[in-house]
């Protein structure tokens, strides 16, 4: 649906973690009321229900992915599978009942468990300033094809981590310390020389904004679809053992919890 630029900055100054809500609720009434086209005087009406209901709107935890899975041409893992089983273990969490027993006065958005899950290290969905993170990665490897030397893994590396060799057939270089493992180099060879070794995801701990935001503590490691469920799951369990009043996940979870989570949880390297 079209917006106008006055709608679209008025769209800019609704907070971001619930900007893509209140982007539907608009439109979804927009429509409803015949219109094509969304205003200013949209966007402020919507804005209004929405915000005044908003304990209505609260479930006890938000999982966000994505803006656009289906046809992102930088998608490293396809994430559909394990976003489905992560909706199965919030809803079993009943974090709704928690935080209702836990808040005095009414819940609001920031009582919220939050995950996000990104599909690659482009992190769309913002995972690193949620109570749970987590980013689809491909590690590359070299393979006995013989390289063209054509660059196409090289132009498509942001980080410019691939380097060609020098002698023909030879595979390319990647720099370690600057690859981020987004796949994108393998994707784009056409010899077959770089390869997807393996695949998985990073695991971010505690991030959060605010008055005093913080990234969240990656966990070691690269880890298979089971053990990040593990580690969603005790995250859960260690915020209801924890939490009192409505205190976020990210307040509770320090360096200290960081550094035990660390030898408890270490993933593929």
């Given at each position: 649906m079209e917006w106008t630029a006055e709608a679209e900055a008025a769209l800019k100054r609704v907070p971001f973690f619930v900007?893509?809500?209140?982007?539907?609720?608009?439109?979804?009434?927009?429509?409803?009321?015949?219109?094509?086209?969304?205003?200013?005087?949209e966007v402020r009406a919507a804005q209004a229900r929405f915000l005044s209901g908003e304990e209505a709107e609260i479930r006890g935890w938000r999982l966000e992915t994505c803006f656009g899975p289906g046809g992102c041409p930088h998608r490293a893992l396809m994430t559909d599978r394990l976003v489905e089983r992560l909706e199965r273990v919030l809803q079993a969490a009943q974090l709704y009942d928690f935080l209702r027993r836990e808040v005095q006065g009414g819940l609001r958005?920031?009582?919220e468990f939050r995950v996000a899950v990104a599909d690659c290290p482009n992190a769309c969905s913002q995972p690193q300033i949620r109570d749970v993170g987590i980013i689809g990665v491909r590690v590359p490897e070299t393979t006995a094809e013989p390289c063209s030397r054509c660059g196409a893994c090289r132009d498509a590396c942001p980080e410019g981590a691939v380097r060609l060799a020098e002698a023909d057939g030879r595979p390319p270089v990647i720099d370690l310390g600057c690859c981020l493992n987004c796949g994108l180099c393998v994707g784009r060879c056409p010899t077959g020389t770089l390869a997807e070794a393996w695949n998985g995801y990073r695991v971010l701990l505690g991030g959060r904004l605010g008055r005093h935001p913080r990234l969240g503590f990656e966990l070691p490691g690269i880890f298979e679809e089971d053990r990040v469920i593990e580690i969603v799951?005790?995250?859960?369990?260690?915020?209801?053992r924890r939490s009192r009043g409505g205190e976020r996940f990210a307040r509770l979870f320090g360096e200290r919890?960081?550094?035990?989570?660390?030898?408890?949880?270490?993933?593929?390297?």
């Amino acid at each position: 649906m079209e917006w106008t630029a006055e709608a679209e900055a008025a769209l800019k100054r609704v907070p971001f973690f619930v900007r893509r809500r209140v982007r539907a609720r608009v439109e979804e009434e927009a429509r409803a009321e015949g219109k094509r086209r969304v205003t200013l005087a949209e966007v402020r009406a919507a804005q209004a229900r929405f915000l005044s209901g908003e304990e209505a709107e609260i479930r006890g935890w938000r999982l966000e992915t994505c803006f656009g899975p289906g046809g992102c041409p930088h998608r490293a893992l396809m994430t559909d599978r394990l976003v489905e089983r992560l909706e199965r273990v919030l809803q079993a969490a009943q974090l709704y009942d928690f935080l209702r027993r836990e808040v005095q006065g009414g819940l609001r958005f920031h009582h919220e468990f939050r995950v996000a899950v990104a599909d690659c290290p482009n992190a769309c969905s913002q995972p690193q300033i949620r109570d749970v993170g987590i980013i689809g990665v491909r590690v590359p490897e070299t393979t006995a094809e013989p390289c063209s030397r054509c660059g196409a893994c090289r132009d498509a590396c942001p980080e410019g981590a691939v380097r060609l060799a020098e002698a023909d057939g030879r595979p390319p270089v990647i720099d370690l310390g600057c690859c981020l493992n987004c796949g994108l180099c393998v994707g784009r060879c056409p010899t077959g020389t770089l390869a997807e070794a393996w695949n998985g995801y990073r695991v971010l701990l505690g991030g959060r904004l605010g008055r005093h935001p913080r990234l969240g503590f990656e966990l070691p490691g690269i880890f298979e679809e089971d053990r990040v469920i593990e580690i969603v799951q005790e995250a859960l369990e260690f915020f209801k053992r924890r939490s009192r009043g409505g205190e976020r996940f990210a307040r509770l979870f320090g360096e200290r919890e960081f550094a035990d989570w660390s030898r408890r949880f270490c993933g593929r390297t």
